[in-house]
């Protein structure tokens, strides 16, 4: 019998004097949405290992591939502390799965145990996940605006807004944290601990706890989203469809974007570096603007959501268009920095071997 017929015939048998439910049944429930609880922490942390893994080969062949300065592998050993941390993390707290036939309060106790640890990993996430991020990439910045300008202020200058667009997204990261633990985690921790100290109670069971004893359980069950339903990645996709809702909004952001790209290319100004670099310099900037005043008019216009909004389970063909068209010009950006201190330095050496040459050829024999 399931859980919902098991609910609706107790309480139409509540009167009876005689208070009894089927225990095994109740354990069978807590332990699969315990089951389904873990396997989203898996697939979270498959998710972010994986990624991790994946970007260190790329670290290396892009340091490599364009003779980047020694602080761009700081974020190497940041990429292997996170995937470690999480493998560690594992290992002291195992995510698999009790044997069945074990008592209600056994694996309520354990259902009670991964949500707490869940909740002091993202209310710590700032510690062991983005400032390590934080200390890498601004280092790395730091350096090269050095080498671009030598100066102080001019460092300061450069580094400022990347600093600025650094703490806006990580400061969205780690409110997007928060607002899980308060908005999955915390309601779960409570039902967990109502059962748990329900079980515990010595007291002999009345009608009344009972029934507060199979709504407990009924809602563990009911309430918790699968990994498809996950309420981040439903309200992420939601944004960016409300951002980009039809292609009219996605030509408006990416035409612009190429015209301005091929006007940096046809009128590259000769002492202003590298044509590519002139070329994605204005594709940028007009992304930029285009893009983030769309996002920014939009948060305006949706700043107060209504409790029973349902989310997108899918991204539209113009959201993706320009979320792809967002990775490029983001990746472009880096390499026309690159393309730009690199001709810097070409520069500089070779106006010091016009000095050099100059002052070997006024050496008097």
Not at 58 to 81: D, K, N, Y
Not at 124 to 130: E, K
Not at 138 to 158: K, V
Not at 220 to 234: A, D, K, R
Request: one cysteine or more; charged letters at 20%; aromatic letters at 16%.
């Amino acid at each position: 019998m399931s859980l919902d017929k098991f609910q609706r015939a107790w309480k139409a048998d509540a009167s009876q004097l005689k208070v009894t439910f089927d225990s095994d049944l109740l354990s069978q429930t807590v332990q699969q949405s315990d089951d389904r609880f873990r396997t989203m922490i898996f697939w979270r942390d498959v998710r972010e290992v994986g990624t991790a893994l994946f970007l260190i080969p790329i670290w290396f062949a892009l340091g490599i591939g364009l003779s980047l300065p020694w602080s761009w592998w700081l974020t190497v050993p940041v990429l292997l502390w996170i995937a470690g941390f999480l493998l560690i993390d594992r290992k002291r707290n195992p995510k698999s799965p009790s044997e069945p036939g074990q008592p209600l309060l056994f694996y309520a106790r354990e259902a009670l145990d991964q949500v707490e640890h869940q909740v002091w990993l993202l209310r710590n996430v700032f510690w062991w996940y983005l400032l390590p991020f934080t200390v890498s990439l601004m280092a790395f910045w730091g350096h090269l605006a050095w080498d671009m300008t030598g100066t102080w202020w001019g460092s300061c200058l450069i580094t400022t807004p990347l600093a600025a667009f650094l703490f806006y997204v990580y400061r969205r990261i780690y409110w997007l944290n928060q607002d899980a633990v308060r908005d999955q985690l915390l309601p779960r921790q409570e039902q967990l601990r109502k059962l748990v100290g329900s079980l515990e109670s010595d007291t002999e069971a009345d009608a009344g706890d009972v029934d507060e004893l199979i709504e407990l359980v009924s809602s563990l069950s009911h309430n918790l989203p699968t990994v498809e339903q996950s309420p981040e990645v439903s309200a992420w996709f939601e944004n960016w469809n409300r951002i980009v809702p039809s292609w009219w909004i996605a030509s408006v952001i990416l035409l612009p974007t190429l015209l301005a790209a091929y006007c940096g290319y046809y009128f590259a100004f000769e002492k202003a570096g590298p044509v590519f670099f002139q070329s994605v310099v204005s594709a940028v900037v007009v992304f930029e603007v285009l893009f983030f005043g769309r996002w920014y008019i939009v948060s305006k216009r949706f700043k107060v959501e209504t409790p029973a909004q349902v989310f997108s389970n899918r991204l539209g063909y113009p959201a993706v268009a320009v979320l792809v068209s967002l990775l490029v010009v983001s990746a472009l950006a880096f390499a026309a920095i690159f393309s730009f201190v690199g001709h810097a330095n070409a520069e500089k050496a070779s106006v010091k071997r016009a000095i050099e040459a100059s002052n070997s050829s006024n050496v008097p024999e």
